[in-house]
Nanobody
Framework: QAQLVESGGGLVQAGDSLRLSCAASGLTFSYHAMGWFRQAPGKEREFVAGITWSGNTYYADFVKGRFTVSRDNAKNTVYLQMNSQKPEATAVYYC????????????????WGQGTQVTVSS
């Protein structure tokens, strides 16, 4: 049974940086594409950033140039570095795993973490 555990969330001010981590277990991590999603109150879960099993990265337009996704296959961990935070980034952030190919769609990912709250104050 796959398990994903996010950490690193918290309260920051606009313009600050934050790095989220997601530790994976129970799956062959190096064979999985990983994604970061977020869900704000009253809104649908949306794609933020992703990284393929080989390390190629892709981003939602609203985070390009500010967020960086990376992975360490030796540690079974994926990271999301968030710079220049904006108040509209306030949400619960989730990591997700998908075997083999990458995707930006929520329903393509099979395994999810419990989420970590990120709050950006203005």
């Amino acid at each position: 049974q796959a398990q994903l555990v996010e950490s690193g969330g918290g309260l920051v001010q606009a313009g600050d940086s934050l790095r989220l981590s997601c530790a994976a277990s129970g799956l062959t991590f190096s064979y999985h594409a990983m994604g970061w999603f977020r869900q704000a109150p009253g809104k649908e879960r949306e794609f933020v950033a992703g990284i393929t099993w080989s390390g190629n990265t892709y981003y939602a337009d609203f985070v390009k140039g500010r967020f960086t996704v990376s992975r360490d296959n030796a540690k079974n961990t994926v990271y999301l570095q968030m710079n220049s935070q904006k108040p509209e980034a306030t949400a619960v952030y989730y990591c997700a795993a998908r075997f083999s190919s990458s995707s930006t769609r929520v329903y393509d990912f099979n395994d999810w973490g419990q989420g970590t709250q990120v709050t950006v104050s203005s």
